[in-house]
């Protein structure tokens, strides 16, 4: 299983992204999937995630300017990013939550570098 995410860049403050990471080899459940991010010097930490029956939950610092979506056919999620800050600025990351037969199985994408300019 390969977790591909693109859409990471340079915006200004207020500004928007779109991440999107897209799942390949898969051939299990796919319960959840969601997104990270590590800034410099902080730990990893979740922005947001989404079930596949499409509920939600976000960290409260992205509450109400970022939206994920999950398309499920495609095994893809996609996080947009609005009204971004400069705290914004980390690594993020596409996470995936699998099961096959009750075993879980968690993949990890490579991360997309998200940087915000005041």
């Known amino acids: 299983v390969q977790l591909q995410a693109c859409g990471g860049g340079l915006a200004q403050a207020g500004g928007s992204l779109r991440l999107s990471c897209a799942a390949s080899?898969?051939?299990?459940?796919?319960?959840?999937m969601a997104w990270y991010r590590q800034a410099p010097g902080k730990e990893r930490e979740l922005v947001a995630d989404?079930?596949?029956?499409?509920?939600?939950d976000y960290a409260d610092s992205v509450k109400g300017r970022f939206s994920i979506s999950i398309d499920n056919a495609e095994n893809t999620v996609h996080l947009q990013t609005n009204s971004l800050k400069p705290e914004d600025t980390a690594v993020y990351y596409c996470?995936?939550?699998?099961?096959?037969?009750?075993?879980?199985?968690?993949?990890w994408g490579q991360g997309t570098l998200v940087t915000v300019s005041s």
């Open positions: 080899g898969v051939i299990f459940s796919v319960k959840a």
């Open positions: 996470f995936l939550d699998g099961d096959l037969y009750g075993a879980a199985l968690v993949y």
């Open positions: 989404i079930t596949h029956d499409g509920i939600t």
